[in-house]
């Protein structure tokens, strides 16, 4: 089992960017892919982004394409989450999750069953 911690939420307004963290520990982090998911109030919890083991791949959901950009740092056993043009939509909690699996590509791992260790989450607000 891995135990993640977020950090980097808050409130921001609209337009406004902010860089979310998650440390790993417990397991070989560099050997897992990892994954970034958000759950807004009322409504269930949606994938956001997933970058490869390696680093070498990443893949985002169509609603947050082009603003986001996920990153890892294998050394620091963080993965981290930059979201710039924010907007009220993207209001949520975030949360980052580990692959149950070592070594998959991010082809295979982008729904929440794919993932087996979870953090608490971080709220992030965006005012408008």
């Known amino acids: 089992q891995v135990q993640l911690v977020e950090s980097g939420g808050g409130l921001v307004q609209a337009g406004g960017s902010l860089r979310l963290s998650c440390a790993a520990s417990?397991?070989?982090?560099?050997?897992?892919?990892m994954g970034w998911f958000r759950q807004a109030p009322g409504k269930e919890r949606d994938f956001v982004a997933v970058?490869?083991?390696?680093?070498?791949?990443?893949y985002y959901a169509d609603s947050v394409k082009g603003r986001f950009t996920i990153s890892r740092d294998n050394a620091k056993n963080t993965v981290y989450l930059q979201m710039n043009s924010l907007n009220p939509d993207d209001t949520a909690v975030y949360s980052c999750?580990?692959?149950?699996?070592?070594?998959?590509?991010?082809?295979?791992?982008?729904?929440?069953?794919?993932?087996?260790?979870w953090g608490q989450g971080t709220q992030v607000t965006v005012s408008s």
């Open positions: 999750a580990a692959d149950r699996n070592r070594f998959r590509p991010v082809t295979a791992a982008r729904d929440l069953a794919d993932f087996g260790s």
């Open positions: 970058i490869s083991w390696s680093g070498g791949g990443t």
């Open positions: 417990g397991r070989t982090f560099s050997f897992y892919t």
